[in-house]
T-cell receptor
Framework: DSGVTQTPKHLITATGQRVTLRCSPR?????VYWYQQSLDQGLQFLIQ???????AKGNILERFSAQQFPDLHSELNLSSLELGDSALYFC????????????????FGSGTRLTVV | GQNIDQPTEMTATEGAIVQINCTYQ??????LFWYQQHAGEAPTFLSY????GLEEKGRFSSFLSRSKGYSYLLLKELQMKDSASYLC???????????????FGRGTQLTVWP
């Protein structure tokens, strides 16, 4: 157990639907990162939150949104789902808040496998 | 943007040594990470380099040359359980930011044969 908890582990839904993926970071970690991993794209950075605030966006579609709550858990909302959204979605957390201060601090959850049919 | 390149596939035999290369072109570089990922599982941390040189950790070593934008992961005494995808990732800081994030290459699928 890495200490990063993601739910659900598996999700099957139809095109056009909306789903919410949940992530609880490791205790003490303030940063949460969301990644998408599909077979042909590798791990793609989607979005980063730090202590409740959005800090960076990567290749995140407008149909996707996220937030981090006061208790530091995060949710990734995926709407108007398409077949191409089928992928593994990983959450990672880190304690980083100082430039260069963390050497090892990115821990991944076990992921949510989303299948859109 | 970031450009991180690593070979797609490699094969080796048990007991051998394999070197997985990674080249990158980025701005705001602040460290290079290697992760191991078995199919369908979470990436797990292997090594981290922020300064030039070699970091050794048991059967695994990682090397970094910042001037060349180059790193490699060296795996010695290969075992069947080392069959996995190996992900090279660079940590980038935005200008003026104290926070970073990881950007990954597409991974190198290593198959270890008996």
């Amino acid at each position: 157990d890495s200490g990063v908890t993601q739910t659900p582990k598996h999700l099957i839904t139809a095109t056009g639907q909306r789903v919410t993926l949940r992530c609880s970071p490791r205790s003490g970690d303030l940063s949460v990162y969301w990644y998408q991993q599909s077979l042909d794209q590798g791990l793609q950075f989607l979005i980063q939150y730090y202590n409740g605030e959005e800090r960076a966006k990567g290749n995140i579609l407008e149909r996707f949104s996220a937030q981090q709550f006061p208790d530091l858990h995060s949710e990734l909302n995926l709407s108007s789902l398409e077949l191409g959204d089928s992928a593994l979605y990983f959450c990672a957390s880190s304690v980083t808040n100082l430039r260069g201060g963390d050497g090892y601090g990115y821990t991944f959850g076990s992921g949510t496998r989303l299948t859109v049919v | 943007g970031q450009n991180i390149d690593q070979p797609t596939e490699m094969t080796a035999t048990e007991g051998a040594i394999v070197q997985i290369n990674c080249t990158y072109q980025t701005s705001g570089f602040n460290g290079l990470f290697w992760y191991q990922q078995h199919a369908g599982e979470a990436p797990t941390f292997l090594s981290y380099n922020v300064l030039d040189g070699l970091e050794e950790k048991g059967r695994f070593s990682s090397f970094l040359s910042r001037s060349k934008g180059y790193s490699y992961l060296l795996l010695k005494e290969l075992q069947m359980k080392d069959s996995a995808s190996y992900l090279c990732a660079v940590r980038l800081f935005d200008r003026g930011s104290t926070l970073g994030r990881l950007y990954f290459g597409r991974g190198t699928q290593l198959t270890v044969w008996p």
